[in-house]
C-alpha cells in the first residue's frame, strides 16, 4: 500500500464548475499537508499549506483536512482554463528540517471553455 | 520570492554516458532537494543537499550513481551517471521556505536512448 494515494484522473470539468481533488493517506503522522499545481513541462508549484485538521481558503481554492479519516481535498471553485494542471498533494510528518514529504501521484485536471 | 532555475530543460542522451544537471538559486538556501519523477508516479526524493557536506541519499539512490555537488548556498548539481534506459525521467531541484518545498525548478526531462 502506497503511504499516499492520490486518484490519477484525468478530470474534466466545464469552466465554472467546481473541481474536487483528494488523497488519502495511511500515516498517523503526517502533520503537515500540502498541494501543488503543475502545469505541462513545469515544475510543480506551492498552492496551498496546511497544518493538522481543519479547512484554509485562499481566493478560489480551499483546502480541508481530516485527520480521523486520513483524508484531505482540494476544491477550486469557478474553475477557468488556466486552471488545467496536474495537482499534487505531498504531506509530512514534524520535526526539523531534514522531514521528507511524501507526494501523491497527481490528478490531472482539464477545464473546457 | 526566489527564483530557481534548472538546466538543461530537456536532453536526449546515449546509454552509458553521463548528464550533470545545474540547479541556481537566485538567493542562499540551507538546504536544496532532488527529486526524480516519472510517468504516472509521485515525485520521488532522490537526496538532500546541504553546502559544505554531503548529500544524504533516500534509499535506492546511491552517490555513486547520482552524485551531488552542492559548492555554495545558490547552486547544486546532480549528476545522472552510468544511463540506461530506465533513467529516463523528469528530474527536478527544490528548496525550502516558509516550512517546505515552496520551489521547484523548471525540471529536466531526460530521455536515455
Known amino acids: 500500500q502506497k503511504e499516499v494515494e492520490q486518484d490519477p484522473g484525468p478530470l474534466s470539468v466545464p469552466e465554472g464548475a467546481i473541481v474536487s481533488l483528494n488523497c488519502t493517506y495511511s500515516n498517523s503522522a503526517f502533520q503537515y499537508f500540502m498541494w501543488y499545481r503543475q502545469y505541462s513541462r513545469k515544475g510543480p508549484e506551492l498552492l496551498m499549506y496546511?497544518?493538522?485538521?481543519g479547512n484554509k481558503e485562499d481566493g478560489r481554492f480551499t483546502a480541508q483536512v481530516d485527520k480521523s479519516s486520513k483524508y484531505i481535498s482540494l476544491f477550486i471553485r469557478d474553475s477557468q482554463p488556466s486552471d488545467s494542471a496536474t495537482y499534487l498533494c505531498?504531506?509530512?510528518?514534524?520535526?526539523?528540517?531534514?522531514?521528507?514529504?511524501?507526494f501523491g501521484a497527481g490528478t490531472t485536471v482539464t477545464v473546457r471553455a | 520570492s526566489a527564483v530557481i532555475s534548472q538546466k538543461p530543460s530537456r536532453d536526449i542522451c546515449q546509454r552509458g554516458t553521463s548528464l550533470t544537471i545545474q540547479c541556481q538559486v537566485d538567493?542562499?538556501?540551507?538546504?536544496m532537494f532532488w527529486y526524480r519523477q516519472q510517468p504516472g508516479q509521485s515525485l520521488t526524493l532522490i537526496a538532500t543537499?546541504?553546502?559544505?557536506?554531503?548529500?544524504?541519499?533516500e534509499s535506492g539512490f546511491v552517490i555513486d550513481k547520482f552524485p551531488i555537488s552542492r559548492p555554495n548556498l545558490t547552486f547544486s548539481t546532480l549528476t545522472v551517471s552510468n544511463m540506461s534506459p530506465e533513467d529516463s525521467s523528469i528530474y527536478l531541484c527544490s528548496f525550502r521556505e516558509g516550512g517546505t518545498e515552496a520551489f521547484f525548478g523548471q525540471g529536466t526531462r531526460l530521455t536515455v536512448v
Open positions: 496546511t497544518y493538522s485538521s
Open positions: 538567493s542562499q538556501v540551507t538546504m
Open positions: 505531498a504531506m509530512s510528518e514534524p520535526g526539523t528540517e531534514g522531514y521528507k514529504l511524501s
Open positions: 543537499a546541504n553546502q559544505g557536506s554531503e548529500a544524504t541519499y
